[in-house]
């Protein structure tokens, strides 16, 4: 009597195990190849997703193959994937804009991340020009994994159309031979700080 048994799992090939991915890319299914003594292979899968506290600048997945033949010997092969944010911020808007002068404060760009949240931080070069003057804005936005944008530069026309100001005078009264008093007002603007005063 001869017993013919089937007792050996299947053995995985040798080959790579390890993959990188941008962390707005689709993770494909890549099978990794076995082979067995006796009859055919076949395969399954199971990924163990860790948890991810934070900004996901590197997530590692352990992606576990099962490889099991006709007789149900089976034998495992791990794949690490690596998912990463390496793209940095992309900042897009107008380069010339106009506002008034008393009110340019604020970000005029759209920035748009692959994956993270993100923060905009500007710096200001004060220029003449035009009526109120110039402000040449430097943008530059950095998301949580530390990646920094391409700087932006936005020309800032400056618009003044807000008349100065005086204090109103009260009603003065004087007899008929004196001298009417000169009354000098305070004048104020919302933009100038010096006023050309002519009475």
């Not at 962390?23 to 055919?40: K, Y």
């Not at 430097?138 to 807000?162: M, P, R, T």
């Amino acid at each position: 009597t001869i017993i013919v048994v089937d007792e050996t799992a299947p053995a995985f090939d040798e080959q790579g195990n390890s993959y990188t991915y941008e962390c707005n890319t689709e993770i494909p299914v890549i099978q990794p190849t076995a082979h067995d003594n006796c009859g055919s292979v076949s395969y399954s899968h199971i990924d163990a997703l860790p948890s991810v506290v934070g900004p996901a600048c590197s997530v590692v997945i352990s992606r576990v193959w099962i490889a099991t033949d006709e007789c149900g010997n089976s034998s495992e092969f791990t794949q690490t994937i690596t998912i990463v944010d390496t793209t940095a911020p992309v900042i897009t808007g107008e380069n010339e804009i106009y506002r008034l002068c008393d009110d340019y404060a604020g970000i005029y760009v759209n920035v748009s991340d692959n994956c993270n949240e993100y923060t905009v931080d500007y710096t200001d070069e004060m220029v003449s020009g035009s009526c109120a003057g110039n402000v040449i804005r430097h943008y530059v936005a950095s998301d949580l994994c530390g990646n920094v944008s391409a700087e932006f530069i936005q020309i800032i026309h400056l618009i003044d159309n807000v008349a100065p100001t005086g204090n109103p005078i009260s009603n003065v009264s004087i007899q008929c031979n004196q001298t009417v008093p000169v009354y000098n007002p305070n004048w104020s603007d919302n933009c100038d700080t010096e006023l050309d005063r002519k009475s």
